[in-house]
Structures are given as C-alpha cells and as structure tokens.
C-alpha cells in the first residue's frame, strides 16, 4: 500500500475529453523528430498546461523505452549487473534477452578483449542436477569449433550467477536482419549483407549452418533451439549459430508442466512440441533449421498460432502449408529441400544435417536435388527412355495438355525436374496382385480426364511410379472385382504412398443408397473459387454413378474402428470429451454421428472401411438438392446468413440464435441420432443437413477441404432467425468440434 | 473447495450477455478459486525458483472450463475479461500477502510467487501497476480493460484486437498512449 502513496499526490483523474487531448499530443510528439519532441512539451499551449506533467513523464518513457519481452511489452531495463564483474568478466551493456538469460556485451580484464557473456536467468539452473548439466553441456559446446559456431571460452558462477562467456559477434541476427530485408524497398540494399530477399541467399546460410550442425552433432551434441535470434550474421553477412545445447531440457520440462516454454515454439520440431524427450535427436535441429529457412523464404513460420498451446497445437496437427503455395517465387527445387527437413516423422527427413548442406550445395550449383538423399534422378533418366513408360505417359501428357513430343525433348533435357515429379507407390493387402490407375480430379472432383493406367500391382506391391500433380483419386482393382479408391492431393516432388485394402461391392453394400450416373445444372458456388478459373463453362455437371452411406459414422462405428486398428482416440478429443464416452450424458450416445473428426482421420476411416469420402455434389443429390430435371432447388435461399450451425433443427423452436452454447454442449442436447427419419424432402439419406457437419472430398480453395450444409442465422431487419443455408462453408482439415462424416464409394467413373 | 463446472459458468456468462452487473461478479468471483487450483496444481513438482506464467494460468483454467471448444465467440470474451480481473485481484492480495484464503496450500502460495516473481523479472512493480490502472480505469474503461488482459492474463495484442473488436493498428496505437501513460504514472 505504501509503495502506491506518491501516486496520490492531489491529481484529479482526467476528464475524458482532455484524455483525448493528451492522446493527441502525446501521439503527435513520438512522431517528431528528437529534437523537436525534446523542447515540444515546453511549448504547450497555455490551455494545455494542465497535461504537461503526464505528458513529460510519459515521453520520458517512451525514450527509455526498449525491446523487452515482459507481458507488459517494452520496458525501460533496469539492469543491476551493469557495471559488475563476474569472475574475469565486466559486464558492459546489454545485448539482448532470450529464454534462458540475458547477453551482455563484455569486457574480460585480464585480457583486455570483448566478449559476450550470457547470463543465465536465475531458477534455470537452481537445482543441482540443473546445474552439473548446464556445465557438462558448456564444457562439451566449449570443446566444438566450426567456422560457423559462436564458440564458448567458459562457463563460471560468480556473485550468485551462472554465465557463460562466449565469442562477441559483432552484427545483427538473423530475426532483426530479416526484418531489416523485409522493409526495403524493391530496388534497395539491405545496410549490411546478406540480403534475405534473394532465395539464393537464404539458402546459403542455411548450408553453413547445416554444416555447422553437422560438425555438432559428429560430437554427439544437440542444439535444441535453433532459432533465429540464435542465428548472429558477423559483418560479412556470415551466420554463427549460437547458444548450444543449454537450457533446452529444462525448459521442456516447463513445457509438459505447464505449457509455456521461455522464448518462442514456432521453430521446435513435432517431437519436441510432444515432449518425447527421449525421442529427440540430431534429426529435431534439422527440423528447426528447416523451420528457419521456410520463414526467410515466404515471410512465415511453418505454424501459425498466437499462444503457445495454439503454436504447439498447430506443429503437432495442422501440416506445414506447401513453401511454393506461400511464395511461389522460391525455386522449386529449394522449395522441396525446405519441406523435406521440415517432415512431420523424422524418418523421412533428412537423416544428417550434413545430406540437408549437401542438397543446398546442389540447389547452388544447379544441380539436380534429391540426388543423393534419394537417388531418383538416374532412374528418372532410364525410365523416360523406356517406350514402355514413355506410352504410359502419354496420356499424362494429354492430360496435362502437352503434347507427347514435347514430354520426351522435356525428360531428355531437364531430367532433375523430373525428379520432382510426384509418385505413388501402393500396397496391397493381402499381397494381391491388382491394376492401379489414376483418375484425374477437377475443382470439384468430377473426373477431369479418363484414369490412366499405372500397372499392375504383382504380389501386393507397385513401385513408385510418376503422376501428374493436383487432386486425383488411386483406383486399386483386384481380378476378382474388388476395388478401393483413395483420394490424394499430389505435390511436387513427393512420393505417396498408398495402402490398398480392395472389397467387394457385396461387402460394402450395405447400408448405402445408390445412385447412377446423372447431370445437374452447374451453380456458381458462393463460397468455392471456380474450379477452372473465371471462364467456367456452364455446362451441366456429369455425376458418375455412386454410392453413399444412408446415415453418417456413428460412435459405435467409429469406436468399433479404433479397437479393430488399435488406434487411439484422436488427437483432438479433450479429456472432457473423452469423459463424455465413459459416461455418456445420453442413452442413444452410441447411435449419434460421431463428431470431433479431422479430415485425415475421416480419410483413414472411408478407406479402412473400403470406401472414400463423398464429394460435395454427391452428398448435395443424396439429399435432395436437385430436382428430377437436375436443377438447383433452393436457389431461392440466401441473404445476409451468418454463422453456421449444423445442430438444432429438432429444436427449431427453442433454438434462441443469441444463445452461445459451446459447441459441444450443443451436440449434447442437440445431436440426433444417425439413423433417425430423413429430414429433407426429396432426401434419400438421414441427415445430410441440420445435424453434423460432414466432411467432403471436395477441395474449397487452396488449403481448406471441406464442405457441409448447415443452418445458418439470417440476420435482416426483421430480425434474427434461422434458416436453411446450403452452400459450402471451409474449414480447415481439423474442422469443428460438430464435424463428423459418412461414405461414399464410386460405381463408375 | 467444489470445483466450477462447465454449465455454472455458462450460465453466468449467459447472464453477463444479458446485461446482468451482478453475473460478472459472480464470475469473477467463481474463478479465483478456479485459477488458484491451477496454480497449485502447475505448480506442483516444479523445481524451486521456476515461475509460472499468467497465461499459463488462464490458459489452464480456461481449458479445465471447457474441455471441448469452449463458448462461442462472445462468451469466450467475458471469460477472459473476467478471468483478467480475477487474476489482477488474485495477484495483488497475493503480493500484498493478505491473502483471504486462511489455509493456503503450499502449492498455491509457492505458485503465486513465482507467478509475482515472473512480474519481478521483467521489471514490473505489480502494486504500482495496479494503481496506475485503477487511475487509467477513471477515464479510460476500454484501455483498463485492454491493460488487464495484456498484463493480468498475457494475452498478444492481437487476440485483444479479435476480443475486443478494435482494429489492431488502433489497438497499437491507443495501447501505446495507455501504456506510456500508465509508466509515466509509476516513474
């Protein structure tokens, strides 16, 4: 109380009109230039005064003010160790901060030379065990030496304070240096090399620091938290990485207890982000260093997120967005060097820092990439020349629009991109021998094209052959007529792999409305871009033959499915969800559509059960959206409709739209069971609307997949009701808490 | 100590949306011993000299809350602006060290300090802060509010921005004065 007394010395609150005022002047001074916000506050006007003092204080304040990372954003640092001699060292002025401490420009006496000394944050390493480690770990970084690592002279304790005393960098790192590139103008020169823009650059540096890596972990030493802002840039632009190994453990630890991490988890690997501490090894700083060239390359981190929880949320289950969807600008062939560090199961990244330097040597002398971690481009070569390949391709190349000529003098020239070019691989069950063809999708996966054959599968097995990339669905058949479909998005050079579990049309019948093959009018889709550009054709939409389930996955089914794969629950259902499935709040539980599924997960489910996911088109004709004559029916609907919800209309009366259930709390009272009457006239399934939300095949844009039919809230003067709304809505692949799905199977195509 | 469930405190979000003063108290109210709870609990098996977040508390709660994807939008505002006030009250009787509770467990108490010690570290005089804001909240409710929740509960200007339905680049800048002005206050 006595502390907050000299507060309280007879000033009157502000009214809030002269609050305004000193806004205004306050706001008008910091943008003057420093000599004139010195003497500004001097020449206030006569009716002004009476803001003078709070104004003098708060540009006092403002001038003082420094990066600081408080949750009270920049601060004036009081620092009590300026001026202390630790051990050998005088500490001279501040650095920068980071999770485990503070760096300090440094003077050691004896010796009469710079220095930079971190000072640990005191707690970090209290414990003794904390401490025995930090040492061995600073004795052990002490003994590696590399062109590109910020060496460490020495580790002491002195006047209650661990620190250690490193190489003094001269130079800005590579956050603050990004920043600096990404404010120039197009033509400008960053003030001091290297300049970030040029993709070239950036890969440069990650070579180095790959190397860097290499050599550390040649010593069997981890750095745990490359990042950035442990990344200096000397004067001739080269990178030092710094701060090995310290402090990471403990902070992990922090992390599974609480759920903060000192300093920023955008850059931690998956397993990291897990806290499998023992799972972690040299593979997790390839991940990080991946991270970091993903930022300098598109201007962001491979996971978004405000808050901890959300960042680690997202590294742990949103996939890293495409580098070339972000910037398409990056070459290609770096594009795919940066994603393949940056692989969720470390097994399929780079296995050394050092293959990840070689790769970005590659980049940089033009040659092809993926060379040495995957040793394709030769193969590449051999079967370009194969005329056996060479007519399998050719309708790829009608596909693609180009003309076969063209593929060969393609294939002979620039064999590394070729390499690039995804492949699928698939698996059969049972090691049945079946043909694959690939069916090309459109923006609304509708057959763009007749399936290409791919060969045929002997002993349960096809080797990686070459598609083209976008959307398409694998299409495994059996002698004896089984089938399954599996949809993939196909990217650059990635290699998918398929694991096909063929049924017959009598093991999955059950259950499911048939439909032949049918036209419907083609809408423009408020909510979809056009799936070939703006010149879409209006042509009515040719629908193949399907099927589709009658009712959506219920939590029996689903249930049933994770004991008969071992597994777990997904990911994303809470604890309190997952105290919902032990005591069901209702006694038809089992029987209501399951919901919190993501789109992988409903992926993984459709195939498992011999099926796939419906398009958006066909869950539309399976309720009924289309007339006889395939014309839209609800055409008439619309207007300013806000704010899906797909649970509720058994209670349409009672459903008051300002009441803010939680999600799941609406599920609970709400949710009908699956199998209960068909809603929709016209419909011949349950449910396609006003229950769940369910998953679709169908791509919405670039990132989002699905699309599901809902109720929304019309708001319009005459006030607020609901309404039957039924375009598409996106999510992203993790979708709501109320998403679940059902399935579809193709009769033709 | 009955721990708060999850239609309790929809209720009284539901009331707050309807324009009931005394719901927001109540809640507030409801949450401190919510987030005292947590911090026991995350504090427990900490070494000694760790310090805890504030966000990491209100996270924590937050999530014991509501399990699944929590209230919808408007509701998950009142939440954290109550949860911000609970959490500055919490703090400050704390770091006054009358505290209301008579039989503080252990956990807790060694929470609330090294949540006041992670204040300390980054140069923050909670009690000064305190007042400054009770001077800020006289003529300015709205940035009271914003400094609450960036400084009581952490949370990034930017989810303020989504909060509490002010432009970002206007939050920055009004937040910039408010802040100035609170510093100015407690030089």
Not at chain 1, 658 to 675: E, I, K, N
Not at chain 2, 91 to 119: C, M, N, W
């Amino acid at each position: 109380m006595e502390r907050g007394a000299r507060l309280d010395d007879g000033q009157d609150a502000l009214k809030p009109e002269r609050w305004q005022r000193l806004q205004e002047l306050f706001l008008h001074a910091i943008s003057l230039p420093d000599e004139a916000r010195a003497t500004f506050a001097d020449d206030l006007d006569e009716a002004d005064r009476d803001l003078l003092d709070d104004l003098r204080r708060m540009l006092q304040v403002h001038q003082a003010a420094v990066e600081g990372t408080g949750p009270f954003g920049k601060l004036p640092a009081e620092d009590r160790l300026i001026g202390v001699q630790l051990g050998d060292y005088r500490i001279d002025t501040p650095l920068g901060q980071g999770g485990s401490g503070t760096v300090y420009r440094a003077t050691q006496v004896s010796r009469d030379r710079a220095v930079a000394v971190k000072v640990l944050r005191p707690g970090i390493s209290i414990s003794r065990a904390g401490y025995e480690r930090f040492k061995r770990e600073a004795l052990a970084a002490s003994r590696l030496r590399h062109p590109n690592l910020v060496p460490v002279y020495y580790f002491g304790r002195d006047e209650g304070h661990d620190y250690l005393v490193m190489e003094l960098v001269e130079g800005l790192n590579l956050r603050d240096q990004l920043l600096r590139c990404r404010g120039l103008e197009a033509g400008a020169e960053p003030a001091s090399p290297p300049d970030l823009r040029d993709p070239r650059a950036c890969a440069t540096i990650v070579r180095d620091l790959a190397r860097a890596l290499d050599h550390a972990h040649q010593q069997r030493l981890l750095h745990r938290d490359v990042k950035p802002l442990n990344i200096l840039l000397d004067a001739q632009g080269i990178p030092r990485l710094t701060d090995f190994g310290l402090a990471k453990d403990l902070e992990l630890e922090d992390l599974t207890l609480s759920g903060e991490v000192a300093g920023t988890p955008h850059y931690m690997s998956p397993e990291q982000a897990r806290a499998a501490r023992h799972r972690i090894d040299h593979r997790s700083d390839i991940y990080s260093l991946g991270a970091v060239l993903y930022e300098m390359l598109s201007g962001r981190t491979p996971v978004a997120g405000e808050t901890t929880a959300e960042v680690i949320h997202n590294i742990l289950h949103q996939p890293v967005v495409p580098l070339q969807r972000q910037n398409s600008a990056v070459p290609a062939a770096l594009a795919l060097i940066c994603m393949q560090a940056l692989r969720r199961n470390p097994a399929r990244r780079y296995q050394s820092a050092g293959a990840l330097a070689d790769d970005l040597d590659s980049f940089l002398a033009n040659r092809s990439v993926m060379a040495r971690a995957q040793g394709i481009a030769e193969r590449a070569v051999e079967r370009l020349v194969d005329r056996r390949v060479l007519l399998r391709l050719i309708p790829i190349a009608a596909v693609l629009g180009i003309s076969a000529g063209g593929l060969i003098y393609y294939g002979a020239d620039r064999v590394h991109a070729n390499s690039l070019r995804p492949r699928v691989e698939v698996y059969v069950i049972g090691d049945r021998d079946a043909e694959v063809s690939y069916l090309p999708l459109d923006g609304r996966h509708l057959p763009a094209g007749p399936a290409i054959e791919l060969g045929r599968a002997r002993d349960g097995r096809l080797s990686a052959q070459a598609v083209p990339l976008g959307d398409a669905r694998i299409i495994v058949r059996t002698d004896d007529g089984a089938f399954s479909e599996h949809y993939r998005s196909f990217a650059e050079g990635e290699t998918v792999t398929v694991t096909a579990h063929p049924r017959s049309l009598a093991q999955t019948d059950a259950g499911m409305a048939r439909f032949e093959a049918t036209s419907v009018e083609s809408r423009e889709l408020l909510s979809e871009p056009p799936a070939h550009g703006a010149a879409e054709s209006r042509e009515p939409l040719r629908i193949p033959a399907f099927g589709i389930d009658e009712a959506c996955v219920t939590n029996r089914e689903y249930s049933a499915f994770l004991e008969a794969t071992g597994k777990p629950a997904p990911d994303r259902w809470s604890p309190g969800w997952l105290r919902l499935w032990a005591f069901p709040p209702r006694e038809d539980w089992l029987e209501l559509p399951v919901v919190g599924i993501d789109f992988p997960d409903a992926l993984e489910y459709a195939e498992w059960a011999g099926k796939r996911l419906p398009t958006a088109l066909e869950l539309e004709l399976a309720r009924g959206a289309y007339d006889d004559a395939g014309a839209w029916v609800e055409r008439a609907l619309g207007g300013d409709a806000v704010g899906p919800f797909n649970l509720g209309l058994p209670e349409l009366g009672k459903l008051d739209p300002s009441q803010d259930l939680s999600t799941g709390a609406a599920y609970v009272l709400y949710a009908r069971p699956a199998r209960e009457a068909t809603l929709v006239p016209g419909a011949r399934i349950h449910h396609a609307v006003g229950n769940v939300g369910e998953w679709t095949e169908t791509r919405a844009g670039a990132q989002r997949r699905t699309k599901f039919d809902a109720w929304f809230t019309e708001v319009s003067p005459r006030g607020a009701h609901l309404l039957l709304f039924c375009e598409g809505t996106m999510f992203d692949e993790r979708g709501s808490q109320n998403q679940g799905f059902r399935c579809a199977r193709s009769l033709g195509w | 100590m009955t721990r708060l469930d999850e239609a309790a405190v929809v209720e009284m979000l539901r009331g707050i949306e309807a324009g009931d003063a005394e719901a927001r108290a109540r809640l507030i109210a409801a949450l401190q011993p919510e987030l005292r709870a947590c911090a026991d609990r995350l504090m427990r098996g900490q070494p000694t000299g760790h310090t805890l977040q504030p966000t990491a508390l209100v996270n924590e709660a937050y999530l014991k809350l509501f399990a699944d994807d929590g209230p919808c939008f408007g509701n998950r505002r009142h939440l954290m602006v109550a949860a911000a006030t609970a959490m500055r009250r919490i703090l400050i009787d704390h770091a006054r060290g009358k505290s209301t509770f008579k039989r503080q467990p252990d956990g807790e108490r060694l929470a609330l300090d090294s949540v006041l010690l992670s204040y300390e570290d980054t140069g923050i005089d909670l009690l000064a802060t305190d007042e400054a804001l009770s001077g800020l909240a006289e003529f300015d409710a709205e940035m009271a509010r914003v400094a609450e929740l960036r400084i009581f509960v952490g949370l990034p200007l930017d989810e303020i921005s989504v909060l509490e339905g002010i432009p970002l680049r206007t939050l920055e800048r009004r937040w910039s004065v408010a802040r100035a002005w609170m510093m100015g206050r407690m030089l």
